[in-house]
């Protein structure tokens, strides 16, 4: 088995309900060219080791377009790319300015004073499910609950997400490198129209705040802090698409990877349902063990790059296969064992280096809070279909459907 | 004895162990000593009076009055089960007879010997001067409380001799906490000694940016105090005179080794000398097998360096050497393990993170390779002999590992990448303007000290040839 | 606090605001000894750090061994 298949029967829709072993494989050759000149870093220290690596660049203009990816630059006449898929200098600042009204130094208690919203969130989904014996978590829960948070976090109204929900999916299936369907690039052109039609409505949205301004981020944004720097309105739109999809299209997974691996592991869900601090750990590990983010294949390399014994030219494509370095057995001790108290647990589900997820503290926020209460609530819960259908994309993989009976919930 | 046939494994299961020295170096090796499984007796001496605390915060939250003096203790790994001597100064150490005398007389058998006696702040050269009210130094938690106390009285103005790390976080404090502060530093920017010319070009735009009145090229040649002792001004070598409140003496560290003298170890004011192993060197250059030396008080060879003696003031080096120095005192010859610590090193300052790897004045020339010096966020390496032999970033703490990695490598200088952040064709190298070695700066935190292990035989040589 | 690890994610001050702060954009500063009342924040601020910077130990508990010190790179 060569290893550029490999890599294609990783992205192939038949591997996704457990693509670990395939990751197994590829870690054989830490580092693996592919067919099409792609190579995909697959071991832990390697992964870490490029996600520090100023050689390697988030930047698509900086890609040698491969064959069949000629449209690559050409999509860049839609929206500038937002920092997600810059450099620095510019990503810096960028991030600095989105920074501003969500985090630390400027603003440290954004996040934690939104436990109270997030707690109300999750028990009116589950007040929900109160009279039922199935559910399904995904159209029930995991998807519902962190719309609701972006939304309130950035000030967009949630009336609205029937519309934007659709655009949010063109956008992330442009994400899927695979050859399923109607191929990469008419996805990516797809996504790039969707992401204009976000923009659009988004950019409406901030001249509103702009007038009528509230306590939420999109406003904060818009109004700038005093006379420091601040962004363009197009970098302020752009920045709010990508606040919006990552907030969208990933917290979902981590909640539904979370209730499934509970329900394959009864022990630790028991274990959560007596110790609730114990959904601190418990979703790091989840990170680690079941990454809503599985693959990073946006980076490119500015220079040749020895790294794995192998060398990676200038130019070349690289894929960052976090899932695979998750469970590298010479970082992880047992790395196919689900341990929710595992410590010292430094995994890749975030990233790393700078473009490391800005929103890490909310997400981990909800799958504390979202895993904690369904644990407690639900009577008896079990899985339905085992695995559950999954959706195409291999790079935001997670379930479509997760179908869970139970007897009820308790207040 | 167990340690005379060298059993490792007698002496982990019933040996004497002790350490000197109960702070940082000495509680890691302490609990190191445990971890790998030491059942023997352990027994810690420190002069100070206080359970093991951390350094880094005094000249930063405390002083910045978010954290009381005394509130830093340190950590805990494990519990230790150890006989605690706090406040009991170890005066002499009797090699032939494994001895350790104490102040009070006593004497305490060892089968090995932990040294981690550390540093002391480097006192004002004039006695009467430095018992003056007012005039304070920076390196334990007591005197940390008797700064703080001093800056909550609301000074003034504060003089800070010597704009090392040290010197120019207390300023910093100073300055966050609206107080005025001059600084007068003998080198011609803060941090030359340690980083060099072009990032202290950039260390006193921050003071300047941060309202200090900064003061280069300049020495203070008397402190003046009034009739009731309390300290009013200083003279300084322009033949200006200041007056001040209180005055912080920053001029770097003394090693705490006088309570070795005559004992046969290779100890002196630049340390003690152990090899890659941590043991200790006795003065004939022979290395000893049951005294170890790990943190500031130690100095040994790192192979990255030309093998050259460095002496660390680092905290992460008391830590890895710790752990070094304990495994290797249970463990047999072949399970030894060399001292390999990357050198690297931490200090925040009027709001910026400054961060370095490898051994900075050993750099003859520098590159800035990410960010810029204008907008004080940089990543600048150091080249020596057309190596990488150091790298210090400015709030770019995230690409340090990348640099540590260029020099354990010994990639060449300047680098010759295209990377981001910055045009092809590489960075452009400039000298990085040390001073004169034979002029030394306030507060070096790394100094080469030359190649032979025994003070005796060794004439100085010069850090960079 | 190793600050050598540290990289500034500001995860620990997100996660515990009372006792970790950004002070500037990269530079950490914390109350070394928090009181019990904050040991969820702590606790909280320990696991999600990225590089495992944050050595935890109360009083009566037993101390929570981090990477840290196991020479572990990252
Ligand atoms: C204010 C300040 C800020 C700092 N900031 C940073 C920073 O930001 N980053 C960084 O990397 N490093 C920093 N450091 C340096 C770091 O704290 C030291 O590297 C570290 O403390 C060294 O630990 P040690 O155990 O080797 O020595 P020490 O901490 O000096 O401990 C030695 C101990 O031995 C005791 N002792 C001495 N002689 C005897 C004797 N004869 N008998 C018994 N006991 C004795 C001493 O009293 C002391 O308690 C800072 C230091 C200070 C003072
Ligand atoms: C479980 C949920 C999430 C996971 C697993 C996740 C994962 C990731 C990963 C792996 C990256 C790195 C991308 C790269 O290096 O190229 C990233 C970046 C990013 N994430 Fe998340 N994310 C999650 C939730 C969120 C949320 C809720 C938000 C917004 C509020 C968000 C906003 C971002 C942004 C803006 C970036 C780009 C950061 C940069 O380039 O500097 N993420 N995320
Ligand atoms: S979370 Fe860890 S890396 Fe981030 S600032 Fe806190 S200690 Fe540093």
Known sequence: MTSATLLRRITDYAARADPYPLYAELRRTPVARQEDGVYAVSTYWEIAGLLHDPRLSSDPRNRVPTAGEEDILEEEQGLPPSFLRLDPPEHDRLRRLATRPFGPPDSPRRVSDMRGDLARMVSGLIDGLRDRERADIVEDFAYPFPVMVICKLLGVPHEDEERFHVWAEAIVAGLDPGEEGEGPAERRRAAQRARMELGRYLAGLIEDHRRAPGGDMLSALAAGHGDRERMSPLELVVTAVLLLIAGHETTVNLITNGMLTLLRHPDALRRLREEPGLAVPLVEELLRYEPPVQLLPQRTALADIDVGGVTIPRGAPVWLVLASGNRDPRRFPDPDRFDPGRTGNEHLGFGGGIHYCFGAPLARLEAQVALTELARRLVEPRLVTDPPPYRRNPVLRGPRHLPVAFDGCVP | MPAADGSAEEFRRRGHAVVVGASLAGLRAAETLREEGFAGTLTMIGDEPHEPYDRPPLSKQVLLGRTGAGDTLLPRRRALEARWLLGTAATGLDLAGRRVRLAGGEEVRYDRLLIATGTRARPWIKETEAALDGVLTLRTGDDAARLARRLDARPRRVLVIGAGFTGSEITSACRERGIDVTVAERGPAPLVGALGGVVGAVAAELHHAHGVDLRCGITVTALEGDPAGRLRCAHLSDGTTLEADAAVVALGAVRNTEWLAGSGLAAGPRGVACDAGCRAFDVHGIVTDDVFVAGDVARSPHPLFGYQFLSLEHWGNAVAQAEVAAHNMVSPGPERRPHLWLPAFWSAQFGINIKSVGVPPMGRELAIVQGSLAERRFAAVYGHQGRVIAAVTFDHGRWLPFYGRLIETAAPFPPDFAQVDRAPGGPRPIPAEFPDPALPTHGPTVTLSGYAPSERRVTFVPARV | ?74
């Open chain 3, 1 to 74: 606090m190793d600050l050598n690890r540290c990289e500034a994610y500001a995860q620990c001050a997100f996660q515990a605001p009372d006792v970790f702060a950004m002070h500037g954009e990269e530079a950490l500063m914390y109350e070394p000894c928090p009181g019990d009342e904050r040991r969820e924040q702590v606790m909280r601020a320990a696991a999600s750090c990225p590089v495992q910077a944050i050595l935890v130990e109360w009083p009566g508990g037993p101390a929570v061994p981090e990477g840290a010190a196991t020479g572990a790179r990252g």
